[in-house]
């Protein structure tokens, strides 16, 4: 009779009655169920009903029908009180509005909820809850599994949460009620095997334990939390997500969490690669230089808590190598410069730390050294290794290098001195003729110093502008007529001397001052052959500027010449630019655009130290020049016999035919003048025939008529 009265509770607009057990009051039902055959008669009728029937207390089930207790998974015998939420999960009020408040009434208020039974398995379940005491809170709960036919708006969230790509779970307490298809296909774990079990244990690795409580104290105070971290898979791979962490409310209060897992994997690779690329050369693969002065400076930092674990770097630069490009091509050189960083790496201990610094100049850091002698070692093996021939591309190649070798010390106080001090030891290294090792010790030292205060005193002489522009004379060997002038640059030191600017070029060329001088140079220049070109209007001569490494391949070389030409008003036709032949060969694609400009612009061009790296005579073919000038080291072997004698003839014959003017430079005999006159060179320069002089004697050298060098006639 029972069961066939609940049956009827089948109809929606009778279900309250039916689930009122048939019509029986449920004030007739005594939550305390005293040991009478009343209450035993009326367990056995709650016990035979088709239905979950529960009894609560004061927020616990005081207790549970035979149905209810065999979906529990409960053991015969008598119920023990549980706490509401530990039998019904989330235990929303309201199918079709989950944040019903429950009232006081005691008609039956609709719900849903989650119920954990056998093995951990999670069953949704309906029903009725039914409040009879508000003070004591007295409720009876009916419920049954919850079938196919769910409400609308219930069935319309899981469709939203199941098509979100982000992984969804949701946690009441420890136990997962829900994950969407996503969380599936992300972490692997299908919806039953997540369920009821807890996230942590599933798929938080354990070294993120302490961020569970990290981001739970933030929903408490700020309402959510997000953080990038990582999870574990079902293979225990770990993945890269954007975890966002919302509490779980039920009429206004937390039950448990919200977690939405986004997978980032692809951009942390992506940021980890644009991370790599700015911190490692592309070519090698090698660290950059400013990966390698971040590790120098924490090596150097180490070094000043525990004294007796220094420091070291050596400063390597490949012997030769441009030619290797120039001969092979850059894809040899690459291939090089590979097979060159695979070796370093080879001879180094594995808590040493190498680096290219560019083109093929590259550093090595060595830790936990107690003395020059470790550095000697390494460098050593390096130094070996590289003797051995490398193939590129079907040729054996010899790539000797150059190294130098600084240990830290009191008066390195940033990583820039330390290197510059190996550097420099590299530099006296190549010095010496390359493929040796030479140490920074007292005497560099004192070489450096030397050097930073001819830098000081460049500087100064710039500052105050005490530097001064005189003029060597260009002559015809023939007849001794005056050509023109090669401007010298002189600086005037504090007692009054007189220094070649050649003695400070190689100080200028590092510290770039070079371009700033050469500026000046020029404008000095310009304005002197206005001065001239207005005193003597029929005077024909020329005047020639030496051009530095650094100003030839500086951007502002070609406006800064413009500007001055516009300015100064002189016709460009009475200037030439002097670039000697190593400057061109640095890089001859890049110097052929820069002459073509200067040519462009009406000023002509020579080749300064012609033959002084026997460069190819091609040049005087390919290049748009209009004058080679000798190197002097040619013109010293002018009055002998040999392979030289025979090139100066063969240049002095290639510059007839392709209209380009030889000049010899650093004429010092009678010897050398006439052998340069059988040879046929045309124009000669040297203090032989006149030294180089200041503006006024020059003056009246170029006024005094073109029979000038009595030591020509």
């Given at each position: 009779?029972?069961?066939?009265?609940?049956?009827?509770?089948?109809?929606?607009?009778?279900?309250?009655?039916?689930?009122?057990?048939?019509?029986?009051?449920?004030?007739?039902?005594?939550?305390?169920?005293?040991?009478?055959?009343?209450?035993?008669?009326?367990?056995?009728?709650?016990?035979?009903?088709?239905?979950?029937?529960?009894?609560?207390?004061?927020?616990?089930?005081?207790?549970?029908?035979?149905?209810?207790?065999?979906?529990?998974?409960?053991?015969?015998?008598?119920?023990?009180?549980?706490?509401?939420?530990?039998?019904?999960?989330?235990?929303?009020?309201?199918?079709?509005?989950?944040?019903?408040?429950?009232?006081?009434?005691?008609?039956?208020?609709?719900?849903?909820?989650?119920?954990?039974?056998?093995?951990?398995?999670?069953?949704?379940?309906?029903?009725?809850?039914?409040?009879?005491?508000?003070?004591?809170?007295?409720?009876?709960?009916?419920?049954?599994?919850?079938?196919?036919?769910?409400?609308?708006?219930?069935?319309?969230?899981?469709?939203?949460?199941?098509?979100?790509?982000?992984?969804?779970?949701?946690?009441?307490?420890?136990?997962?009620?829900?994950?969407?298809?996503?969380?599936?296909?992300?972490?692997?774990?299908?919806?039953?095997?997540?369920?009821?079990?807890?996230?942590?244990?599933?798929?938080?690795?354990?070294?993120?334990?302490?961020?569970?409580?990290?981001?739970?104290?933030?929903?408490?105070?700020?309402?959510?939390?997000?953080?990038?971290?990582?999870?574990?898979?079902?293979?225990?791979?770990?993945?890269?997500?954007?975890?966002?962490?919302?509490?779980?409310?039920?009429?206004?209060?937390?039950?448990?969490?919200?977690?939405?897992?986004?997978d980032i994997g692809e951009r942390k690779e992506t940021e980890?690669?644009?991370?790599?690329?700015?911190?490692?050369?592309?070519?090698?693969?090698?660290?950059?230089?400013?990966?390698?002065?971040?590790?120098?400076?924490?090596?150097?930092?180490?070094?000043?808590?525990?004294?007796?674990?220094?420091?070291?770097?050596?400063?390597?630069?490949?012997?030769?190598?441009?030619?290797?490009?120039?001969?092979?091509?850059?894809?040899?050189?690459?291939?090089?410069?590979?097979?060159?960083?695979?070796?370093?790496?080879?001879?180094?201990?594995?808590?040493?730390?190498?680096?290219?610094?560019?083109?093929?100049?590259?550093?090595?850091?060595?830790?936990?050294?107690?003395?020059?002698?470790?550095?000697?070692?390494?460098?050593?093996?390096?130094?070996?290794?590289?003797?051995?021939?490398?193939?590129?591309?079907?040729?054996?190649?010899?790539?000797?290098?150059?190294?130098?070798?600084?240990?830290?010390?009191?008066?390195?106080?940033?990583?820039?001195?330390?290197?510059?001090?190996?550097?420099?030891?590299?530099?006296?290294?190549?010095?010496?003729?390359?493929?040796?090792?030479?140490?920074?010790?007292?005497?560099?030292?004192?070489?450096?110093?030397?050097?930073?205060?001819?830098?000081?005193?460049?500087?100064?002489?710039?500052?105050?502008?005490?530097?001064?522009?005189?003029?060597?004379?260009?002559?015809?060997?023939?007849?001794?007529?005056?050509?023109?002038?090669?401007?010298?640059?002189?600086?005037?030191?504090?007692?009054?001397?007189?220094?070649?600017?050649?003695?400070?070029?190689?100080?200028?060329?590092?510290?770039?001052?070079?371009?700033?001088?050469?500026?000046?140079?020029?404008?000095?220049?310009?304005?002197?052959?206005?001065?001239?070109?207005?005193?003597?209007?029929?005077?024909?001569?020329?005047?020639?500027?030496?051009?530095?490494?650094?100003?030839?391949?500086?951007?502002?070389?070609?406006?800064?010449?413009?500007?001055?030409?516009?300015?100064?008003?002189?016709?460009?036709?009475?200037?030439?630019?002097?670039?000697?032949?190593?400057?061109?060969?640095?890089?001859?694609?890049?110097?052929?655009?820069?002459?073509?400009?200067?040519?462009?612009?009406?000023?002509?061009?020579?080749?300064?130290?012609?033959?002084?790296?026997?460069?190819?005579?091609?040049?005087?073919?390919?290049?748009?020049?209009?004058?080679?000038?000798?190197?002097?080291?040619?013109?010293?072997?002018?009055?002998?016999?040999?392979?030289?004698?025979?090139?100066?003839?063969?240049?002095?014959?290639?510059?007839?035919?392709?209209?380009?003017?030889?000049?010899?430079?650093?004429?010092?005999?009678?010897?050398?003048?006439?052998?340069?006159r059988r040879l046929g060179c045309e124009f000669g320069q040297?203090?032989?025939?006149?030294?180089?002089?200041?503006?006024?004697?020059?003056?009246?050298?170029?006024?005094?008529?073109?029979?000038?060098?009595?030591?020509?006639?």
């Amino acid at each position: 009779m029972v069961r066939q009265a609940f049956k009827a509770g089948n109809d929606p607009e009778r279900e309250p009655a039916a689930l009122g057990l048939a019509g029986v009051p449920w004030e007739t039902i005594r939550l305390n169920l005293p040991a009478n055959s009343d209450s035993r008669e009326q367990r056995e009728i709650l016990d035979a009903l088709p239905v979950l029937v529960f009894l609560e207390r004061a927020g616990r089930i005081v207790y549970a029908n035979a149905e209810a207790r065999h979906m529990l998974g409960h053991s015969e015998g008598e119920w023990i009180p549980r706490p509401v939420e530990e039998v019904l999960w989330g235990l929303f009020p309201g199918t079709a509005e989950p944040q019903t408040t429950l009232t006081g009434t005691k008609r039956g208020s609709p719900f849903h909820a989650t119920m954990p039974g056998r093995a951990g398995r999670l069953h949704p379940v309906e029903g009725t809850y039914s409040l009879l005491n508000t003070e004591m809170r007295d409720a009876v709960i009916v419920a049954h599994l919850g079938g196919r036919e769910r409400a609308p708006k219930s069935r319309l969230m899981e469709d939203v949460l199941a098509s979100i790509p982000d992984a969804v779970a949701i946690e009441h307490g420890n136990h997962v009620l829900y994950t969407n298809p996503a969380f599936t296909r992300m972490f692997g774990f299908t919806a039953e095997e997540v369920s009821g079990g807890s996230l942590q244990a599933l798929i938080v690795p354990e070294t993120r334990y302490s961020e569970i409580a990290m981001l739970e104290k933030q929903v408490d105070e700020r309402g959510r939390a997000t953080v990038e971290t990582v999870r574990v898979n079902k293979s225990g791979e770990l993945v890269d997500v954007s975890l966002h962490t919302a509490p779980l409310l039920v009429n206004g209060a937390k039950v448990g969490y919200v977690y939405t897992f986004r997978d980032i994997g692809e951009r942390k690779e992506t940021e980890a690669k644009l991370q790599f690329d700015a911190m490692h050369d592309v070519l090698t693969g090698l660290p950059n230089r400013s990966l390698f002065m971040d590790r120098l400076s924490l090596a150097m930092s180490r070094r000043l808590r525990r004294a007796d674990q220094g420091c070291g770097v050596l400063f390597l630069d490949l012997d030769h190598f441009k030619e290797i490009n120039d001969t092979l091509g850059h894809a040899a050189g690459d291939v090089l410069l590979k097979a060159v960083s695979e070796r370093l790496t080879g001879a180094l201990r594995p808590q040493d730390s190498a680096a290219r610094l560019g083109g093929d100049e590259f550093a090595v850091l060595l830790e936990n050294i107690h003395a020059h002698g470790d550095l000697e070692i390494v460098a050593n093996r390096i130094l070996l290794e590289m003797t051995r021939p490398f193939e590129v591309f079907g040729h054996f190649l010899n790539a000797t290098t150059s190294i130098g070798v600084a240990m830290a010390g009191p008066g390195h106080t940033s990583p820039d001195l330390l290197i510059r001090d190996a550097d420099f030891a590299m530099y006296r290294a190549k010095q010496g003729g390359g493929g040796q090792i030479e140490f920074f010790d007292r005497h560099l030292e004192l070489c450096l110093s030397s050097q930073e205060e001819r830098e000081q005193e460049l500087r100064r002489a710039l500052d105050r502008r005490e530097f001064e522009v005189w003029y060597e004379p260009v002559f015809r060997l023939e007849n001794g007529a005056l050509e023109g002038f090669e401007a010298l640059f002189r600086v005037r030191g504090k007692d009054g001397s007189i220094e070649d600017f050649r003695e400070l070029l190689a100080v200028a060329e590092e510290t770039g001052l070079s371009i700033t001088l050469g500026r000046e140079m020029v404008e000095a220049v310009c304005q002197q052959l206005r001065i001239w070109m207005d005193m003597l209007p029929r005077g024909v001569f020329n005047l020639s500027i030496d051009v530095t490494g650094r100003q030839f391949y500086h951007p502002d070389l070609i406006p800064h010449l413009l500007r001055t030409l516009q300015e100064s008003g002189v016709n460009p036709a009475r200037l030439l630019f002097e670039v000697s032949e190593q400057t061109l060969n640095e890089d001859l694609d890049a110097a052929v655009v820069i002459l073509q400009r200067m040519v462009d612009l009406n000023v002509r061009v020579a080749v300064d130290n012609f033959g002084s790296s026997l460069a190819p005579f091609n040049h005087l073919v390919q290049l748009p020049i209009d004058v080679v000038k000798m190197d002097p080291k040619l013109t010293a072997v002018a009055g002998s016999a040999g392979r030289q004698l025979a090139l100066m003839q063969a240049l002095v014959n290639m510059g007839h035919t392709v209209g380009v003017k030889v000049v010899a430079r650093g004429i010092e005999t009678r010897e050398q003048l006439d052998a340069l006159r059988r040879l046929g060179c045309e124009f000669g320069q040297g203090p032989f025939l006149s030294p180089a002089m200041e503006t006024a004697q020059a003056l009246r050298l170029a006024g005094s008529g073109p029979m000038v060098a009595p030591s020509i006639l």
